[in-house]
């Protein structure tokens, strides 16, 4: 079972279905408009102990943890699919960040799982 999920404030209704739903221990609020990640991870660790974190954002979430300087590994999964004309980019709103190769892997069904790291952080 997953420990917590983090989304912004306005979201309280569906944050209090989730805990409700029993498939959750905790969800977290992220602020009304702008997002406080140092604060939300410094949550994580005193509520559960967590120090590493698998982020499954969409880009605004993804974004604002760039921002924060809090992404150290980027994991993408590319399948041979074409993007919907409304899809996102995978980081809004942030400038270019260096990262450098660390695999690839092709996977069944022909999609490729790419791992990259942080390029100041891993050289």
């Known amino acids: 079972m997953p420990h917590g999920v983090l989304n912004r404030d306005e979201e309280k209704e569906i944050r209090k279905q989730i805990v409700q739903s029993d498939v959750i221990e905790a969800v977290i609020g992220l602020g009304r408009h702008d997002i406080d990640i140092h604060a939300a991870l410094c ?3 005193s509520l559960f102990g967590i120090k590493r974190l698998m982020l499954e954002g ?3 979430i993804n974004g604002a943890f760039l921002k924060a300087d809090a992404v150290d590994e980027l994991s993408l999964v590319v399948a041979p699919v074409t993007a919907d004309a409304d899809d996102k980019p ?6 270019s960040h260096p990262f450098t190769g660390a695999s690839a892997k092709v996977m069944e069904g ?3 799982w790419l791992r990259y790291l942080d390029k100041e952080r891993f050289t």
């Open 90 to 95: 995978l980081f809004y709103g942030c400038a």
């Open 43 to 45: 949550k994580l660790y």
């Open 58 to 60: 969409g880009s605004i």
């Open 110 to 112: 022909g999609a490729v």
